[in-house]
C-alpha cells in the first residue's frame, strides 16, 4: 500500500473526505481522532499492510505523518 492509498484509507476511517488528509496535520487537530480511532487505526494496519502497531508507539505518535511511518507507508510522497 503506498502513501497516498493509506492517506485515503484514514480519510475514510476517519470519517474526512477523500483527500483531506495530506500527512502533515497534528492529530488532536482532527476532531474524529479520539480512542475508538486509535482502535481502527490499529486494525486497519493490521489488515492493509500486517503490520501489528504497538500501544505504546501509538501513544507518541503526534501527527498523521507519525501514523504512516507507524504502519510503514512511505511518509514523502
Not at 10 to 19: C, F, K, Q, S
Not at 35 to 53: M, P, Q, W, Y
Request: charged share 25%.
Amino acid at each position: 500500500m503506498d502513501r497516498n492509498d493509506f492517506l485515503l484509507a484514514l480519510d475514510e476511517m476517519l470519517e474526512l473526505d477523500p483527500g483531506t488528509l495530506t500527512g502533515v496535520e497534528t492529530l488532536e487537530s482532527l476532531e474524529s481522532w479520539d480512542s475508538l480511532a486509535v482502535i481502527s487505526f490499529i486494525a486497519l494496519v493490521d489488515e492493509k499492510t500486517g503490520v501489528v502497531v504497538e500501544g505504546e508507539k501509538l501513544a507518541k505518535a503526534k501527527t498523521v505523518a507519525d501514523l504512516l511511518a507507524l504502519a510503514g507507508a512511505p511518509v514523502t510522497a
